[in-house]
């Protein structure tokens, strides 16, 4: 599974072997990197994992769309929202995937993407924000609604929202924009960050 769909390279090209031994043999500071390759699609990956093959052909619960409907055991479902800022589809992934758990867990989850809820960030229930930041950019999909929280100057638009913001990046980059979005996402929300 991971050499049909992953890339792998040496961290540091120039590495020479050296063997640590405790309990096992094992290659001392060895590390690698694996990126997806280029035909492979983020959350056509995450499905594949998450998909039983010998039911391939027929329609899974999980490529259902995700409604606001349902009850678990005779209870209503709580509302949810999960909202995504995504231009590779990992955040997008994580955003369904999250939503797939949520809703085992009793809550009814509407997904989409933060440019959907510009203007009207759900009040009365909670709220996830899951986004990338490209050098200090919001990525494509999120752009309108970072644009307009930034125009929010001491309105109190956003009062009420139960939220948690979830910023994914390269722990590799060492630019101090890496996490400018998601920062300026809580700020404006009401999180002081220092």
Same mark, same amino acid.
């Given at each position: +599974?991971?050499?049909?769909?992953?890339?792998?390279?040496?961290?540091? =090209? $120039?590495?020479?072997?050296?063997? $640590?031994?405790?309990?096992?043999?094992?290659? /001392?500071?060895?590390?690698?990197?694996?990126?997806?390759?280029?035909?492979i699609d983020p959350i056509h990956?995450?499905? +594949?994992?998450?998909?039983?093959? $010998?039911?391939?052909?027929?329609?899974?619960?999980?490529? /259902?769309?995700?409604?606001? &409907?349902?009850?678990?055991? %005779?209870?209503? /479902? /709580? =509302?949810? !929202?999960?909202?995504?800022? &995504?231009? &590779?589809?990992?955040?997008? !992934?994580?955003?369904?995937?999250?939503? @797939?758990?949520?809703?085992?867990?009793?809550? $009814?989850?509407?997904?989409?993407?933060?440019?959907?809820?510009?203007?009207?960030?759900?009040?009365?229930?909670?709220?996830?924000?899951?986004? &990338?930041?490209?050098?200090?950019?919001?990525?494509?999909? !999120? !752009?309108?609604?970072? %644009?307009?929280?930034?125009?929010?100057?001491?309105?109190?638009?956003?009062?009420?929202?139960?939220?948690?913001?979830?910023?994914?990046?390269?722990? +590799?980059?060492?630019?101090?924009?890496?996490?400018?979005?998601?920062?300026?996402?809580? @700020? @404006?929300?009401?999180?002081n960050l220092p």
């Open positions: +599974m991971l050499l049909q769909n992953f890339d792998f390279r040496f961290d540091d =090209p $120039s590495y020479q072997l050296q063997i $640590s031994q405790t309990l096992t043999i094992k290659p /001392k500071n060895f590390f690698m990197h694996a990126t997806l390759r280029e035909h990956l995450e499905k +594949m994992l998450h998909v039983d093959t $010998s039911q391939q052909g027929k329609h899974s619960d999980k490529d /259902k769309p995700i409604a606001r &409907s349902g009850a678990v055991n %005779n209870k209503e /479902k /709580k =509302p949810m !929202a999960i909202l995504y800022g &995504s231009n &590779s589809g990992t955040c997008e !992934a994580l955003a369904q995937n999250l939503a @797939r758990v949520a809703g085992a867990r009793g809550f $009814s989850v509407k997904v989409g993407t933060l440019d959907f809820a510009t203007g009207k960030v759900p009040k009365g229930e909670p709220v996830v924000m899951i986004s &990338s930041s490209y050098e200090g950019q919001p990525p494509d999909n !999120a !752009a309108h609604f970072v %644009n307009w929280l930034s125009s929010l100057d001491g309105e109190k638009t956003l009062e009420g929202v139960n939220y948690a913001v979830y910023g994914c990046g390269n722990r +590799m980059s060492h630019s101090s924009k890496h996490f400018s979005v998601h920062t300026n996402i809580s @700020r @404006r929300l009401g999180f």
